[in-house]
């Protein structure tokens, strides 16, 4: 061992509008190195454009500065260096805005910036075009002194990699520690998901301790292991189920890319270290392929939606009049949008206490690439037919006069047709080189399923929930559904059991596209990506869940024929 000390390296943030007080809560709860946040997503970056199109000087997290308005002494008093990727867009211009405050409140700070990654200019019609770099430049700034760094689009784990470079320093080669802070960094990204939050087993625990999680950290070794954490004495938890959720969240395969190293999470092993700490070990690494992914958002047309509400009796037929109605009114229209989609959500009870629970919605969303077209046209059919509809006809809100949504894809480059910069708090720029060996990204061999779990007595009709866990999320156009077996012979009985085809059969929307099962036996877990289910993208908003957040608990929720020794 080379005696360098762990490094306590924090999360405050999940997303853009997360906790606005987490920042303090880390400073003040406990001791770090380094406090991270994670602002940026795909439809995040479509915000940030659009704020960059009302004024240039714009395109990066506003909340931020704010949460440094309150923080910014108590890092540098406590010592905490902080990384965010919160300059969105315009690292560059966050980080004078940093500057300018750290001058009015007086702190002496020294503040660095990344940047490269804006392709923008490459791409006529995007609206935001930005590579996925890695933590190299990150550290390049730590390394010369930096106590406040800003990035724009980096991954999410290269908040943590390019600190552990720093503090470790690691070489580009060390590929297996570089995955173990690549799997930590996963961990941390999402903030209190991994304390206890979106967790399918909430149920099982105090409700007074989850309902204000503490943000995670992570206690990262120089040989690349870790072991997540809380600090003390704040809500929520951390066990092997609350990692292993947030693990598989928005991956696909065994392979986890990026462009400091590919991890093989099909080598990570978890273990219960001690209350609210759980172990991460075993990870393996390899060189990070050869390209940089892309993130393309442009704006895609105008969407405009209508919920009519249909009560009591007869719901299917009232469902058909409206339907035949506004369909008559769009064909009569000077032109019809050119994606029209209705669902019904069976939501009313026989005999209902309420009207609430008697009533059923019925959704018409309407796109199109001009805003006439699903403006006025949709509204109007819709107020219009006020009187001479279906009985009880009311409607959830009036339609509006369209909004702008938008198209995400993803596009990959050489790793060397992006200029990675490290922009020092002094002004000199460095240069990263870009990676020096690459591997091409294949899928690995499958892994051996366990033993089949005898079956020699009854079995019951169930909720897949009561035997596994699950959780979900998107991935441009695709969702991820992560599911793991909560002991080793529900895992023996799940890995055979939910296979492709089950999957298909039981989540009815993925029946006609293509879905890849993934097998994670360390973590007693499938993988299924569902190609396609979410459209161009969680801004285009193509479905009733447009990021398939709750796809997991749906397919918890449908029922098998488990055996009873399991339940």
């Known amino acids: 061992m080379s005696g360098v000390p762990p490094l306590r390296i ?54 931020f500065l704010r949460q440094l308005e309150e923080c910014l002494g108590l890092a540098h008093e406590r010592g905490v260096r902080v ?9 560059a211009g966050l980080a004078d805005a940093v500057r300018e405050l750290a001058d009015r409140l007086g702190i002496p700070v020294r503040v660095a910036h990344v940047e490269g990654d804006d392709l923008t200019p490459q791409y006529a019609g995007s609206l935001a075009a ?23 689009r980096v991954t999410d784990a290269a908040l943590v990699t390019g600190p552990a470079v720093a503090h470790f320093g690691w070489g580009p080669r060390a590929y297996d520690r570089l995955a173990g802070a690549v799997v930590a960094g996963h961990v941390l990204e999402c903030g209190t998901q991994a304390t206890g939050g979106n967790y399918a087993f ?74 609210d700490r759980v172990r991460i070990e075993g990870v393996r690494g390899e060189a990070p392929p050869p390209t940089l992914k892309v993130g393309l958002n442009r704006l895609g047309g105008f969407r405009n939606e209508v919920v009519f509400v249909l009560t009591g009796l007869d719901i299917a037929q009232k469902a058909a009049l409206v339907r035949a109605q506004m369909e008559a009114a769009l064909d009569a229209a000077k032109s019809r949008p050119a994606d029209v989609r209705w669902d019904l959500a069976r939501t009313d009870h026989p005999d209902a206490p309420t009207e609430e629970t008697a009533s059923a919605l019925l959704r018409l969303v309407v796109r199109d690439r001009e805003q006439e077209v699903v403006g006025r046209a ?34 990959y480059v050489p790793h060397g047709a992006v200029d990675h910069v490290a922009v020092l708090y002094d002004g000199r720029r460095v240069r990263v080189a870009p990676a020096e060996d690459t591997r091409v990204l294949e899928t690995p061999e499958e892994p051996p399923l366990p033993e089949p779990l005898p079956v020699t007595g009854p079995t019951r009709r169930a909720p897949l929930g009561l035997i596994a866990g699950a959780r979900s999320g998107d991935k441009g156009g695709n969702a991820n559904v992560g599911v ?46 569902v190609e396609g289910i979410l459209g161009e993208g969680v801004a285009s908003q193509a479905r009733f869940d447009p990021q398939a957040k709750a796809l997991g608990e749906w397919l918890r929720s449908r029922h098998l024929d488990i055996p009873e020794t399991l339940l």
């Open 378 to 411: 949709l509204s109007g059919a819709a107020i219009e037919l006020a009187l001479a509809s279906y009985p009880g006809f009311h409607v959830m809100a009036p339609p509006g006069t369209g909004a702008p949504y938008g198209v995400f894809e993803d596009v």
């Open 130 to 152: 930005h590579a996925y770099l890695g933590g190299a430049g990150i550290a390049a700034c730590l390394r010369q002194g930096a106590d406040i760094v800003v990035t724009g």
């Open 10 to 63: 924090g999360n405050a943030s999940g997303f853009y509008g997360d906790r606005f007080g987490a920042l303090r809560e880390m400073l003040t709860g406990g001791p770090l190195d380094v406090l991270t946040g994670d602002y940026l997503a795909e439809l995040t970056m479509l915000i940030l454009g659009r704020d960059r199109l009302k004024d240039p000087r714009r395109g990066y997290a506003k909340t």
């Open 202 to 275: 909430f149920a099982d625990h105090d409700p007074a301790g989850l309902r204000h999680p503490g943000f995670p950290l992570a206690e990262l070794h120089e040989d690349g292991t870790s072991v997540i954490t809380k600090h003390d004495g704040t809500g929520g938890l951390v066990d092997v189920g609350t990692v292993t959720a947030q693990l598989l969240y928005e991956t696909q395969g065994a392979r986890y890319a990026g462009p400091d190293v590919t991890a093989r999470l099909d080598s990570v092993r978890l273990t219960q270290e001690g209350p």
């Open 484 to 529: 793991w077996a909560r002991s080793d012979d529900a895992w023996r009985w799940m890995a055979h059991q939910l296979t492709t085809d089950r999957f298909q059969n039981l989540i009815t929307e993925s029946r006609h596209l293509k879905v890849v099962r993934h097998i994670l036996p360390n973590l007693r877990a499938l993988n299924f990506v």
């Open 83 to 91: 990384v965010a990727n919160a300059g969105g867009l315009n690292p």
